[in-house]
């Protein structure tokens, strides 16, 4: 069960209120990077006990909201993006009637309003071509099929397979390096022979793709940033 409590004072912030049984005390996360507060507490715990809680960690939670926000790339004009791990820079373009990318430069129409989400749906369109072009490979090489495949912004992992063969990828994916989205799908394929994380699972992407411990490194270390980057922005 959950509830949500406000801190009203600018900039109003949003307190998501987890009550769970199985709680001891009061706890508080604040999300490295979609900035969500959440507070889990025992189960019964009076309203006058979380705010008081919440009061006493103003400061600590305001401090770690900014350290996030500061991170936040705006795409826009100007910024710059990667596309399979090469910058390229985002210019107007008066002729252009779509986002195209030529050389080092992303050209947007200058004529469409929403320039941030026109990128974005650019962004997925091109992750969803390259991702099912390198499934269809990778299954080809082991022997497998899969129902779906879907795109997301999932924050928690960069893809995944059920157990009814549907696979699902982030499409942020297609801002890393061409070597990273090549070992993240053969991740996830491999798991349509093994729908698990045993020796014989990593055997098999290292058999479809090779050595991936760089690979793995990077996601680890690099991957958070590309969730920094912010397409809702209008120019």
Not at 173 to 192: G, Q, R, T
Request: hydrophobic residues 35%; charged residues 25%; contains cysteine.
């Amino acid at each position: 069960m959950s509830k949500s409590i406000y801190f009203t004072k600018e900039p109003q912030i949003k307190v998501i209120v987890r009550t769970v049984r199985s709680s001891q005390r009061l706890s508080l996360r604040v999300s490295s990077i979609s900035e969500r507060v959440t507070l889990t507490a025992p189960a019964n715990t009076q309203h006058d006990v979380l705010l008081n809680f919440l009061k006493s960690k103003e400061a600590w939670i305001r401090d770690k909201i900014q350290r996030v926000s500061s991170k936040k790339i705006e795409v826009g004009t100007g910024s710059f993006i990667p596309i399979m791990g090469n910058k390229v820079e985002i210019k107007l373009c008066l002729n252009a009637t779509s986002v195209k990318n030529i050389g080092n430069s992303l050209l947007v129409p200058s004529k469409i309003a929403n320039r941030g989400l026109a990128i974005e749906n650019y962004l997925k369109k091109l992750a969803k071509a390259e991702l099912t072009e390198l499934v269809a490979y990778y299954c080809s090489k082991l022997g497998v099929s899969y129902c779906s495949l879907k795109l997301r912004d999932t924050r928690s992992r960069w893809g995944s397979c059920s157990s009814t063969s549907n696979l699902m990828f982030s499409w942020r994916l297609i801002m890393a390096p061409k070597n990273v989205i090549k070992y993240l799908v053969a991740h996830e394929v491999s798991h349509l022979k093994h729908f698990n994380h045993s020796k014989d699972f990593w055997s098999e992407v290292y058999s479809l793709f090779g050595p991936y411990q760089n690979e793995r490194k990077w996601l680890r270390n690099e991957g958070t940033n590309l969730h920094f980057y912010n397409f809702k922005v209008d120019q």
